[in-house]
């Protein structure tokens, strides 16, 4: 999520993070990353019981990777955490699937919904919509203006036999659905609408990290800046295009 709110300041639109980090030497660093790139921080580290979380990424000739990831204090992420102020001088706000939990996770979910102008979320893992599938379902389908999802997560959350069942699903949703394909693309489906576009050829790809992350920001930075869905799909592409040429997750 932090890896979508740097790419968004990147690309010149204002962005802000709310995100729970303990006050040690990780959450220093983490907070120095995002000021470094103009992300205002809403938040005030503390000495938690939890440390800050980490996550261990491995990397294999292919280019695919596997995250060990430990939440810590994030995990514990709460209605308290969340600046409704924050929330509410925002245009749009972006929530990270990882960290939808049940108890006091859900209450921050539910804060910053409640006070935002428009809500946009990212399924982030097939581990995740499968663990949490029926809640994921109802935030896709009643609280969520903007889903973002990869191939897999969205068959996955509802249950489709092939992609024809997620357009279908899509266009009676009436709501923006942004899908990756890997290979084949990406596709924006709102209501009728329909637009897709083609993946880059010929990358060098080294480290698939980040793709969806930095999709996501340049989807977003497009939409606030009323591009078109396929202009915005554009951008998207090109970021994601970038940060699989490199290691690490950040441009």
Excluded at 2 to 30: C, M, P, R, T, W
Excluded at 68 to 75: K, R, S, V
Excluded at 76 to 100: C, P, R, T
Excluded at 120 to 148: G, W
Aim: charge should be neutral; aromatic fraction near 8%.
């Amino acid at each position: 999520m932090a890896n979508s709110i740097v790419g968004i300041s990147q690309l010149g639109s204002k962005a802000g993070f709310i995100g729970k980090v303990a006050d040690d030497e990780f959450g220093n660093k983490y907070e120095e990353g995002l000021k470094k790139e103009k992300v205002k921080y809403f938040y005030s580290k503390k000495k938690e019981q939890l440390p800050t979380g980490t996550c261990l990424i491995l990397v294999t000739p292919d280019s695919e990777r596997t995250m060990c990831t430990y939440l810590g204090t994030a995990g514990k992420i709460n209605e308290h955490d969340v600046s409704s102020d924050a929330v509410k001088q925002s245009e749009i706000i972006f929530l990270e699937g990882y960290l939808w939990d049940e108890g006091s996770p859900k209450k921050a979910f539910d804060k910053a919904i409640k006070n935002a102008n428009k809500v946009a979320m990212s399924l982030s893992d097939q581990f995740c919509v499968d663990r949490h599938k029926s809640h994921f379902l109802n935030l896709v389908k009643n609280k969520l203006d903007i889903t973002f999802a990869n191939e897999q997560e969205i068959i996955s959350l509802i249950e489709a036999k092939n992609f024809d069942d997620v357009v279908n699903f899509a266009k009676q949703l009436k709501k923006l659905i942004v899908v990756t394909r890997g290979e084949k693309g990406s596709i924006a489906i709102n209501g009728e609408e329909i637009v897709e576009i083609d993946a880059q050829k010929n990358l060098k790809i080294q480290d698939l990290t980040g793709a969806g992350d930095l999709f996501a920001a340049g989807f977003l930075h497009g939409h606030m800046n009323n591009l078109s869905i396929k202009e915005s799909l554009k951008k998207g592409t090109e970021l994601s295009s970038k940060i699989i040429q490199q290691i690490g997750a950040r441009l």
